[in-house]
Nanobody
Framework: VQLVESGGGLVQPGGSLRLSCAAT????????MAWFRQTPGNGREAVAA???????DYAGFVNHRFTISRDSAKNTLYLQMNGLEPEDTAMYYC?????????????????WGQGTQVTVS
């Protein structure tokens, strides 16, 4: 299983980015998929998760700025991020678990991508 993130970069405050996570040898449909982020010296925190029914769950700090979605035909997970703030600067990771529903916590996830850096400055 390989999850490959892309779409990170440098953006000014108030700007937007769309992260992508392409899955190989793994079907994003039918599984819980999520985005996490991590800053140096801190653990990974959940940003958003999407279960197999398409029900999304967001961290409180998202505050309606981000949208998680899935394109089953492309086997790709997305995170549309609008209204970015300097506090959103982090490495963003795509993750998947072998469940149709989302069990909370990073340890519940079976597969991880290598991460894509988002810098808001």
């Amino acid at each position: 299983v390989q999850l490959v993130e892309s779409g990170g970069g440098l953006v000014q405050p108030g700007g937007s980015l769309r992260l992508s996570c392409a899955a190989t040898t793994y079907t994003t449909n039918g599984h819980c998929m999520a985005w996490f982020r991590q800053t140096p010296g801190n653990g990974r925190e959940a940003v958003a998760a999407l279960d197999s029914d398409g029900i999304a769950d967001y961290a409180g700090f998202v505050n309606h700025r981000f949208t998680i979605s899935r394109d089953s035909a492309k086997n790709t997970l997305y995170l549309q991020m609008n209204g970015l703030e300097p506090e959103d600067t982090a490495m963003y990771y795509c993750a998947a678990q072998d469940r149709s529903w989302c069990k909370a916590g990073p340890s519940s996830y079976d597969y991880w991508g290598q991460g894509t850096q988002v810098t808001v400055s």
